[in-house]
């Protein structure tokens, strides 16, 4: 074998503490190299061209290159190699820049050292073998999981462009908490009808197959090649026959037992409801928790009204399972419910601030549904208790966000702006009304956000004290707010008529389930975690399942509609070719030694361990090996190590290239 | 409670099962294993205080069919390896038929007389347990003297060497290793096809008696034991150079059970340790 050796000195770099120079010279020599050299920017055209012309002219079978960390430049050197005809995994690369030369300042010292980290690759080059990259064929259907409005704007992308879409809700809406809100900062434009069209739009896409209250049972498979089991649930009307006229819904006897989720529970439904009016499907569900029927077996009234017989009392869930080459992941977000302290959770709550004790102590949500035309109140300001309506109003800012004493350290980023909002609604509509806002800081940035703010403060008249509120009680029917204006050093305390909290935004409960489902990596919180902050924001660290919206971080509608646009392009890059290719990279079992233990199998993390038969021409059974699927594994070599008998190899990183890698350096 | 040789002639004879795997007598008097093929076969069937073999080693050794069934002459400690390895995918729970036998001790080589010193450590942690996973159950437990755990004063002595005083120690214990690997071959645990010391490409283990060689293979051999040395203490048995093995497999087994509450081969359906992850796991050792 012919090997050549290619040291860089990435300017100053390396070569500051490594004398490139004497490298190569001492390279030469070593057995199996057949050229080496050394060159300020390996990585540039001129340096790509020294090691093609090198190849060429003493016909080299292998390439090592002492550069930087094979993270940066690994294809770059890959690409020069096979464009002169040596098979790109001939190629090594010795890391002498993180590894050396940045940690080490005395030449002689990181010189002896660059030369044995050149040594040690050009030791495992002898071993490694031409391999070809792996291609799997590509699934041209995505599933988005959410349907709010992050997975309603992720699917219409995807299906305007023209590829079939499965858009799986878990409620009996599409419409998420967007269609809950009054009006939208910074432009106040109504919620609804900006939300309802794209909802509508969803509903009559060809290519968009929808599943409301449905949740993802089971995700195996790969990248590309995904197999989804979702649950429909039953919803206990036949959604094939029902018209939506809503008799049933109206004759339903009762009315008043269950809370309505849409209205944050300052209402009532009936047991047969549909949660909004513009609910997409407008098909009622029967909550089975509150009916008659299934707890005493009688009533059947929403069946008796029914003229198309849509009810169906016995309904089961139903599985469905689809062939999905990518998944966006759109699960959105919940209020931190301050009332209570979860169980078993390491969050304090805020119990000195009485909601869910003090009637008019309301959250966000719950003032979105008060200022809202289509809520309990019709849009009028009212207070839950009395239904009058308030003239003093305390907005408390940071409820459970920037706080790691009581609640979550980070910031929920929309609650300066949704609060700026409702104090500039309430003063809109309650003229003599006075607004209070207890803040931290006023964080608002965003196109036209600062502007807002300044037209609460300015222009509408709300009051904001920059300082925390330590208390709220009920005294005389008015709420005391105890606070501190920290910027006039005073104590304050108000006594308001109602207080809203804006309380942090948590992730889903269910959202740490749905990523174990996928098999992506969830933060503390419960957040889904990117790959990379900045240059990866929305892929995860399984191929194939990207993020939208509040999910993976609190963010805004613009911040989510983008988010699930770009998640959509993600998909569609997928989807742009045939076949997939990837790294060939993974691990494989040697079925002649594999004692079939499956230790590998509970150890992978990606499930890419299957089990395999082995028969004889008779077909009786000879054992069962273990059996690497290639489009799941990620490389990792986890199962490598633990294989009991050494019978899993990772290619590309066979345990004879790490023993001659170790060999070398020992001496052994 | 019936007698192990009835049942044997049973299973044999209604052809539940193809074989029996138990204990015989040879014509020195000696115990041995013994399969049992036949009805006849069942008559040389025996149990007693030289019944020290662990006969699950064969379950794996033996291939038995896919739908095929074989009886097993078992103790309470055999009994855990046989669970051990149907936690471990090497046979079905329906391929094996375990006649449990209920035992009072067994000595340490099959030659020596039934007396105190001679009876095996194990039995001292196992006195009056009857058989914990079985389809029959034969012979009667009786009371036994118990012996003395000579290993914990040993293991507690060494807890208090200095580390370059364990290595000295375990440094003259390896020498003495042969490289016969009768530890391995009379190991039920030790099923792989082709084992590590087998493997040339790379050679993970050098093959001749010399001291890295001898440290290699005893240490990897004691560490592929970790969460999976069931106890039967036949490693040691087989030594032919009285390499204490079992003061490494039994310190191993003490660990996992102090780390992770964890015991190899005690429910058929619990996961491994090595191939489960539990997020309440006690990680002290790692910080």
């Keep these: 074998m012919k090997i050549g050796v290619f040291v860089c000195y990435c300017g100053e770099n390396i070569g500051r503490t490594v004398d490139c120079a004497a490298v190569a010279k001492e390279l030469s020599a070593y057995p199996g190299v057949a050229h080496a050299e050394a060159y300020k920017y390996m990585c540039s055209d001129p340096g790509q061209n020294l090691i093609k012309q090198a190849i060429k002219e003493k016909n080299l079978d292998a390439v090592v290159v002492g550069s930087c960390s094979p993270h940066m430049h690994e294809k770059t050197f890959r690409k020069a190699c096979a464009s002169a005809g040596v098979n790109p995994y001939m190629v090594e690369i010795a890391n002498l820049r993180e590894h050396c030369s940045w940690i080490h300042d005395d030449i002689p010292s990181a010189t002896a050292k660059a030369i044995d980290l050149v040594r040690i690759a050009v030791e495992k080059v002898k071993y490694n073998e031409p391999l070809q990259t792996i291609q799997v064929p590509v699934t041209k259907r995505a599933l988005v999981i959410g349907g709010g409005i992050a997975g309603i704007q992720s699917a219409l992308d995807i299906a305007n462009a023209g590829f079939p879409v499965v858009l799986v809700e878990k409620e009996p809406s599409i419409g998420g908490h967007m269609s809950q809100l009054s009006e939208t900062f910074p432009t106040l434009d109504c919620s609804q009808c900006i939300l309802t069209p794209r909802m509508v739009e969803v509903y009559q896409h060809s290519n968009i197959t929808l599943l409301t209250y449905s949740e993802v049972e089971k995700v195996e498979g790969f990248i590309g090649n995904f197999k989804v089991t979702v649950r429909k649930k039953a919803r206990s009307v036949k959604d094939e026959v029902c018209t939506g006229c809503g008799l049933c819904v109206q004759n339903c006897p009762i009315k008043k037992k269950a809370q309505s989720e849409f209205d944050e529970s300052l209402t009532t439904r009936p047991a047969i409801y549909v949660p909004f009016p513009q609910a997409v499907p407008n098909i009622p569900v029967i909550d089975r928790s509150v009916c008659t029927y299934y707890k005493t077996g009688k009533c059947q009234m929403c069946k008796k009204v029914c003229g198309r017989e849509a009810i169906d009392f016995e309904q089961q869930d139903t599985f469905l399972t689809f062939d999905i080459g990518a998944i966006i992941a759109a699960t959105g977000y919940k209020l931190y419910k301050i009332d209570k302290k979860p169980e078993g959770h390491i969050y304090k709550g805020y119990g000195e601030y009485g909601y869910g004790e003090l009637k008019d102590v309301i959250d966000g949500l719950q003032f979105e549904r008060i200022a809202s035309a289509s809520g309990p109140t019709s849009g009028e300001i009212l207070r839950p208790s009395d239904k009058k309506e308030p003239k003093k109003v305390v907005f408390v800012q940071c409820v459970g966000s920037r706080d790691e004493s009581k609640g979550f350290s980070y910031c929920s980023k929309i609650c300066c702006m949704y609060t700026a909002k409702h104090a500039m609604l309430y003063k809109h509509k309650v003229h003599d009304g006075e607004a209070y806002v207890f803040y931290m800081d006023i964080r608002s940035n965003g196109k036209g956000y600062d502007e807002f703010v300044r037209r609460a403060i300015e222009e509408d008249g709300v009051k904001y004290i920059r300082g925390r509120v330590s208390k709220i009680y009920e005294e005389n029917g008015k709420y005391i707010v105890k606070g501190e204006d920290t910027i006039a050093g005073v104590r304050m305390e108000i006594d308001a008529d109602m207080v809203v909290l804006a309380t942090a935004m948590i992730p889903q409960p269910e959202n740490s389930k749905v990523a174990q489902l996928l098999g992506i990596p969830y933060d503390k919180h419960g957040f889904m975690q990117e790959v990379h902050p900045k240059l990866r924001p929305v892929e995860t660290s399984t191929g194939g399942i990207f993020l939208a919206g509040a999910c993976h971080s609190p963010r805004d509608i613009p911040e989510s509609v983008a988010m699930a646009s770009a998640a959509a392009a993600k998909a569609m890059v997928l989807f742009g070719s045939d076949i997939l290719e990837r790294e060939p990279v993974v691990a494989k079992v040697e079925a002649s030694t594999c004692a079939g233990c499956f230790y590998c199998q509970k150890v992978c993390a990606y499930s890419a361990i299957e089990r395999k038969e082995i028969r004889d021409r008779q077909g009786n059974l000879i054992k069962v090996v273990a059996y690497v699927n290639a489009g799941l594994c990620q490389g990792c070599g986890t199962c490598n190590a633990t294989c009991p008998s050494k019978s899993v190899e990772l290619i590309g990183f066979r345990d004879e290239q790490i023993f001659a890698e170790i060999q070398s350096l020992s001496g052994f | ?287």
């Design chain 2, 1 to 287: 409670m019936p007698d192990l040789i009835e049942i044997a002639k049973g299973l044999l004879e209604s052809k539940e099962v193809s074989f029996i795997i138990g204990y015989t007598k040879d014509r020195f008097g000696r115990v041995k294993p013994y399969i049992a093929k036949s009805v006849e076969d069942a008559n040389n069937l025996m149990f007693d205080h030289h019944s020290i073999h662990n006969l699950a080693v064969y379950l794996t050794r033996l291939k038995i069919p896919e739908n095929g069934r074989v009886g097993i002459v078992a103790k309470s400690c055999d009994i855990k390896a046989i669970i051990a390895l149907i936690q471990e995918n090497q046979i079905k729970r329906e391929q094996v038929y375990i006649i449990g036998m209920n035992c009072s001790g067994v000595v340490t080589h099959s030659t020596d007389e039934w007396k105190k010193e001679n009876i095996q450590i194990k039995c001292k942690y196992c006195a009056d347990k009857a058989p914990m996973l079985y389809d029959a159950v034969a012979g009667t437990a009786e009371p036994f003297e118990q012996p003395d755990d000579t290993q914990e004063v040993l293991m507690q002595k060494l807890e208090t060497m200095s580390s370059a005083e364990r290595w000295d120690f375990w440094a003259k214990e390896f020498e003495k290793c042969i490289k016969c690997y009768a530890c391995r071959q009379v190991c039920p645990m030790c099923y792989c096809e082709q084992c590590l010391a087998e493997k040339n490409q790379p050679q993970w283990i050098t093959t001749s008696p010399t001291p890295a060689g001898n440290f290699s293979w005893n240490i990897i051999k004691a560490f592929h034991m970790a969460g999976r040395c069931v106890g039967c203490h036949e490693c040691e048995r087989a030594c032919p150079m009285g390499i204490p093995l079992t003061l490494l497999t039994r310190k191993m087994g003490m660990v996992a059970g102090k780390e992770f509450n964890y015991r190899h081969g005690m429910a058929i359906d619990q996961p491994t340790l090595v191939g489960s992850y539990n997020f309440n796991d006690n990680e002290d050792f790692i910080k």
